[in-house]
């Protein structure tokens, strides 16, 4: 605790700016992290909900209204509407416009899409920060170490102390920076990971349950668990090409 004070009223400008842009990347990567983790697991608990409402609910009306009273709160419940408004619209106004072109399922399918699309975008917000800092971190405490050694090795010299109890102190000091680099890097990189596993995972399930609902909504075939549809998927050969792939 004395070095660290010693080195924090030793230290210049640029040492002093090195630890305050150490200390910011280290509380947005830990607010990305807890609000991403957050985030998560909220929408986990309310995707399992609606899940087991929508497979075990009379019909597609019963859902309709239910999302028409609820509006959706999560990816699951906002693809199903979509879905749903979709295929209906598609029945009332034809295709009057260019973005309505072709067939009912290939309308519903650019529908699934794009809500899959602006899922995708949505969980990776704040990714790249929190990748960024994980990977410059450990260089910008190096640098700090660099910077903080070139002037114990500059004092030490204008003073012509140079034995070695002079100059370990100086330079262990320094190599705080380092440290303090490496404590702002792995906590990014673990959460980083972490929240790239939990993206990936849910839009697999995403992208799943757009399939199902696709051949539901084309074929009026009853899926009775979102896990089964060897044969309901077999019956629609085109979904799977037809639904973007998870990331």
């Not at 009223?9 to 700016?17: E, G, K, S, T, Y």
């Not at 991403?36 to 609606?50: C, D, G, L, P, Y």
Request: proline fraction near 4%.
């Amino acid at each position: 605790m004395n070095n660290l004070s010693h080195f924090l009223a030793q230290a210049d400008f640029i040492a002093r700016f090195i630890l305050v842009l150490m200390a910011v990347a280290s509380a947005t990567s830990w607010y990305l992290i807890v609000t991403k983790a957050v985030s998560a697991r909220r929408m986990r608990r309310r995707s399992e909900a609606f899940l087991d409402f929508f497979w075990n609910a009379p019909s597609l009306e019963a859902v309709a209204k239910r999302l028409e009273d609820v509006p959706p709160q999560e990816p699951f419940a906002l693809l199903a509407y979509q879905g749903i408004l979709a295929s209906r619209h598609h029945q009332l106004h034809g295709t009057h416009r260019l973005k309505e072109a072709g067939t009912s399922s290939e309308f519903i399918t650019r529908s699934l899409r794009k809500v899959i699309d602006d899922e995708t975008t949505e969980l990776e917000t704040g990714l790249t920060v929190l990748a960024s800092i994980g990977a410059t971190a450990p260089f910008v405490g190096l640098l700090g170490t660099v910077w903080g050694i070139y002037h114990a090795l500059t004092a030490i010299g204008l003073s012509g102390a140079g034995t070695l109890d002079k100059v370990a102190g100086p330079v262990g000091e320094a190599l705080i920076m380092t440290a303090l680099g490496l404590a702002v890097a792995i906590p990014a990189v673990l959460g980083y990971n972490y929240i790239v596993r939990n993206n990936r995972l849910t839009l697999t399930r995403l992208d799943g349950f757009a399939h199902d609902l696709f051949a539901f909504l084309t074929t009026g075939a009853r899926l009775d668990d979102q896990m089964m549809a060897p044969v309901a998927r077999q019956t629609v050969p085109a979904a799977p090409a037809a639904v973007v792939q998870a990331v």
